[in-house]
């Protein structure tokens, strides 16, 4: 699971990840945009994306995948939810390896604008982001309670980044 604020690269991330890997990427975009089409916002579509996750991670898991890569912005509010996810995933013997990315604040608003973003309903604002930020309980700090591979990005490639991922957890 690679996991930060939002315009950290997470995404970015994870498509080269999987490129060397083979890993699919789950990102948390799929799961929202859909959640919020058919609930909007608010707490129903948040447990829909949370069940969609689920789901999708025991598929994945059914069809012997040989790996997900999740994406997921965090706020400390998240951390039981994602501690859950990790600990139903170990349950069923599967490798959990967290990735914790971060960078400047400022590099987060050079990247929000970038077009790509556009393709998923993501931010493409500055004062959306600052916005977002602002609703988000420590979007910038790690996962409590278990161990994250923490890694900045700025002035990285996501390349650069994937193989540090990679040549970490030497997957």
């Known amino acids: 699971m690679l996991y930060g604020p939002p315009a950290v690269g997470k995404l970015s991330v994870a498509q080269a990840l999987a490129a060397r890997t083979g890993f699919r990427v789950l990102h948390n975009h799929l799961l929202i945009n859909l959640s919020h089409a058919l ?72 990247r929000v604008t970038e077009p790509s973003r556009g393709a998923f309903d993501k931010l493409t604002t500055i004062t959306g982001l600052r916005e977002k930020l602002a609703t988000l309980d420590a979007p910038f700090e790690r996962l409590r309670g278990r161990e994250s591979l923490s890694l900045g990005t700025d002035g990285q490639t996501p390349e650069m980044v994937a193989e540090a991922i990679r040549a970490h957890f030497k997957v």
């Open 39 to 110: 609930f909007g916002w608010g707490e129903a579509s948040r447990d829909f994306a949370r069940r969609l996750r689920e789901i999708s991670l025991d598929a994945a898991r059914a069809e012997n995948l040989p790996g997900v890569i999740l994406t997921f912005v965090y706020a400390r509010d998240r951390d039981a939810y994602i501690l859950g996810l990790c600990d139903r995933a170990e349950a069923r013997g599967d490798d959990v390896c967290l990735v914790h990315l971060t960078c400047e604040p400022a590099t987060l608003e050079t």
